[in-house]
């Protein structure tokens, strides 16, 4: 019991994170129809923005621990969302009147080139950061075994929390989230009623930028190693979440990532670590085979 709710933990934590990278892929989705297939290596780009920012606050010695997150968050959205700019400027606005394998190959090309752009500046080896955030509390103990949960993983969780409810809000309560809206039904009446259909949707790739720059933060900070890789993994892992729990619904793509790093968490635990991936995506095919739209997702109505 106790080992399973250790697992438990670990699995919210990686859930969590897969969560808040799929919400940038189900805002995009929402708003121009098409997956953002670079948004994986945005977040692998905003990674290694964090370890660079970790090492440089290490040089000139600044101890202040909620300073130094502070500082490397700022830092990440800032950057990052400027990289999630320039992906929508060159991959999908000039195609976007064009057929919908375009940006998709676009997206692919621009995936592939983040890539290897981080493995030239960076070189193919993993980074590693000394610990930033240890500790943390023990919850129960039994049979030799101790459940804790740490001090990051408590960050994560409490960081997703806010940061979904806040997206939630701003989808549904402000005036950029009507404009997304409007421009997701129709784009074309939407510029005619004066809202700039080029601007809402390049701070839209920014906002779902800055929530994969979060995303790369918190794996820094909880597993202290990155590499110019995990942007693909973590990238179709987020993207699975997204389907799974519906694309296009914020919190379809919280569940998902719940549901995914529950699936990885536990079937490493108890089964074999190497066929987590296998049975996350088998699920992901039984699900959308009774129920395409995802959980939480809604059939689309094409209208005559």
Known sequence: MAYALQQLINGLTLGAVYGLIAIGYTMVYGIIGMINFAHGDIFMVSAFIAVTAFTLLAAFDITSLPLAITAVLITAIFFTSAYGWAVERMAYRPLRGS????????????????????????????????????????????????????????????VT????????????????GRQQRACEQDS?????????????????????????????VMVTVYYGVVDFFIGFVAGIKAFTAAVLGGIGS???????????????????????????????????????????????????????
Do not use: C, H
């Open 161 to 176: 929390i806010v940061l979904m409810v806040a997206f939630t809000y701003l989808i549904t309560q402000t005036a950029f």
């Open 99 to 158: 057929t919908r394998l375009a940006p998709l190959i676009s997206a692919i090309g621009m995936s592939i080139f983040l890539q290897n752009m981080v493995q030239l500046t960076q070189g193919a080896r993993v980074k590693p950061i000394p610990p930033v955030l240890e500790g943390g509390i023990e919850i129960w103990q039994s049979g030799g075994f101790t459940v804790q949960i740490s001090w990051t993983q408590i960050m994560i969780v409490l």
């Open 250 to 304: 914020l919190p379809g793509a919280m569940l998902g990532g719940l549901i995914i790093g529950l699936i990885e968490a536990f079937w490493a635990a108890y089964l074999s670590p190497e066929y987590k991936d296998v049975a996350t995506f088998s699920i992901l095919i039984l699900v959308l085979m009774f129920r395409p739209s995802g959980l939480l997702g809604r059939p689309e109505v094409e209208k005559v």
């Open 188 to 216: 074309t009446m939407t510029a005619l009623l004066g809202i700039n259909v080029d601007r809402t949707i390049s701070a839209t790739f920014m906002l779902g930028a800055a929530l994969a720059a979060v995303a790369g």
